[in-house]
């Protein structure tokens, strides 16, 4: 999914505040798309330990491949793992975990395993992402207080980050789908593993991901960043609501613009603003600014670039949208069934978020782990205002022939201190599976007329 535009239906408030950037070296901007570097900043070679080298080989297709749309296994599909990290072993790759895997691995030692396979770095993007990485390798720039960035559109604008929040910016403008719909199911699940349903039904457009464009948009020219359709099926007292509208690529002015539909009124009006932090319904286990793992402003934390490590992450998880799988196989108690789940030895830039004075926010600081070829924050540590773990969160993607971009799939939201889980984006038992970059959206798909149109 396009990681800067996802603010869960009603959630629509942004604002920021943060430091210049600097222009990453001349000498290193060279190196962009050559031996050294892929055309996204990433290191090519492998390592000892088990990185993947990167190949590049497979664009919108892989040998097998059924169809670009739709469910497919991968290429990976016939792969063993070929080791598991447990709680009882855990301290072996201690190194290579995340603070929130040795907790829920900790708090789990039953339920939570992670099966690793053997690294991939297959997938590439379109040689026109990688023309506007080239162009914004150079030239893109924070500006207006850290509110925006100067850039091309349709690709990260900072392949070599030199602050923590570039960093924050390549995982909101990073590549990928043109337009996307889907009907998805999100499930709560408590302790001892009563589940509450939600459905949803979302539709979006992002105008500079348009793979018929000449010659890409460019910030801040272009205030629109993407259009949203965003309609409750469950559960049955937020069915039909639905709320349309955009947000804008510049954080300083009218972040957001969104019309509601309620039903038990009958009538339309705009939508008022919440904060970053409101809890997302229909169980309130993440935030706004959760989504996708981080999302929107970025105002109410100092980032700060801590560099790269080699970590165990979810990745190349094809298995957990199989439409064979089913929700009974899938959501279990604790966490998802994590015999369902694949993760791979990669490099991800880790970022640190520290809550600034006087701002209020429900964290006190976030981590962030961002993969180096796709630029998808793959796994999330929140913390309390005590200090304390509280939320640990990761995000299954996929690569999509579709849109020839990694594309996000399910994503979990464990709370530690409850002990209870969401997991969002379920496609499984859905009627309409995700489906990229099928034409025929329009702007107009997404304003006001198209709640009156629809009652």
């Not at 855990?90 to 708090?107: C, F, H, I, S, T």
């Not at 109410?300 to 094809?318: C, M, R, S």
């Not at 969160?393 to 530690?416: K, M, T």
């Amino acid at each position: 999914m396009h990681r800067a535009i996802f603010f869960t239906a009603v959630a629509l408030a942004l604002a920021a505040a943060a430091p210049a950037s600097a222009r990453a070296p001349a000498a290193l901007a060279a190196q962009l798309d050559g031996p050294k570097y892929t055309c996204m900043g990433a290191e090519r070679a492998g390592s000892t330990d088990g990185v993947a080298a990167y190949s590049g080989k497979f664009l919108g297709t892989w040998p097998a491949l059924k169809a670009p749309q739709g469910y497919d296994p991968g290429p990976y599909a016939g792969e063993k793992p070929l080791f598991t990290i447990t709680a009882q072993n855990m301290a072996q790759y201690a190194g290579q975990l995340g603070e929130g895997q040795k907790a829920l691995l900790q708090k789990y030692p039953q339920s939570f395993r992670m099966p690793v396979y053997p690294s991939h770095r297959d997938f590439r993007y379109a040689d026109r992402v990688c023309a506007t990485v080239k162009d914004n390798v150079l030239n893109a720039e924070l500006r207006a207080d850290g509110l925006s960035t100067t850039q091309a559109l349709g690709g990260i604008p900072f392949p070599f980050p030199q602050s923590g929040l570039e960093a924050i910016y390549n995982i909101e403008r990073g590549a990928a789908e043109w337009t996307d719909s889907v009907v998805y199911d999100i499930a709560d699940v408590y302790p001892g593993g009563s589940t509450a349903w939600g459905r949803t039904r979302l539709k979006v457009l992002v105008p500079s991901n348009d793979p018929r464009l000449a010659a890409p948009m460019k910030t801040p020219a272009q205030a629109i960043a993407a259009y949203f359709y965003h309609e409750q099926m469950l559960p049955q007292r937020d069915k039909g609501t639905i709320s349309v509208g955009n947000t804008n690529n510049d954080y300083k002015d009218s972040q957001i613009t969104a019309w509601v539909y309620n039903p038990g009124l009958r009538r339309a009006k705009q939508a008022m603003d919440v904060g970053s932090d409101y809890p997302v319904p229909p169980g309130g286990m993440h935030t706004v600014d959760d989504e996708s793992l981080f999302g929107g402003t970025p105002q109410h934390f100092t980032w700060k670039l801590l560099g790269k490590k080699e970590i165990y992450v979810p990745y190349d998880n094809f298995r957990i949208n199989d439409p064979a799988l089913k929700y009974s196989e899938l959501v279990r108690p604790d966490t998802l069934n994590p015999d369902e789940q694949r993760y791979e030895l990669h490099r991800v830039w880790i970022v640190e978020g520290d809550l600034r004075p006087g701002e209020r926010h429900v964290y006190s600081k976030r981590v962030l782990y961002i993969d180096e070829d796709s630029w998808a924050a793959l796994w999330s540590d929140g913390y309390d205002t005590r200090g304390q773990l509280w939320r640990t969160s990761f995000a299954d993607y996929f690569y999509s022939p579709a849109s020839q971009a990694f594309e996000r799939g399910v994503i979990v939201y464990h709370d530690l201190s409850s002990g209870a889980y969401e997991a969002e984006y379920l496609v499984n038992e859905s009627r309409d599976w995700w489906r990229f970059n099928d034409p025929g959206y329009t702007p107009m798909m997404f304003g006001p007329s198209a709640l009156s149109n629809g009652h």
